[in-house]
């Protein structure tokens, strides 16, 4: 779990279109949609970079990385 990280990853199933654009930008091969909280993650942040609909919330320390469509407007 994410016990000893200060970097969190959420998944808003409700946002997600399931393109597995998240699975595919992963250097670790972890399955974001099925073990966002795998042992595997290095919380590198890509996923949620890549993700079109902005439903990974990754957030390290108090700085959260939104992807560029929640930045823009
Ligand atoms: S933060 Fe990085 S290592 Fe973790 S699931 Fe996302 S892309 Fe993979
Ligand atoms: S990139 Fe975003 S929308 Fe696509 S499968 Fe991953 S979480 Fe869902």
Redesign the pocket.
């Known amino acids: 779990m994410n016990k000893i990280s200060i970097a969190r990853?959420k998944l808003d199933r409700e946002s997600c279109i399931t393109c597995g654009k998240?699975v595919r930008?992963?250097?670790?091969q972890?399955d974001?949609l099925k073990d966002?909280y795998?042992l595997?993650?290095?919380?590198?942040?890509?996923?949620?970079e890549v993700c079109p609909t902005g439903a990974?919330d990754?957030k390290f320390g108090k700085i959260s990385l939104a992807p560029n469509e929640k930045r823009g407007k």
């Not at 595997?40 to 949620?48: D, Q, T, Y």
């Open positions: 990853m998240c930008s992963c250097p670790m972890v974001v966002i795998s595997e993650c290095i919380r590198c942040g890509k996923c949620a990974i990754f």
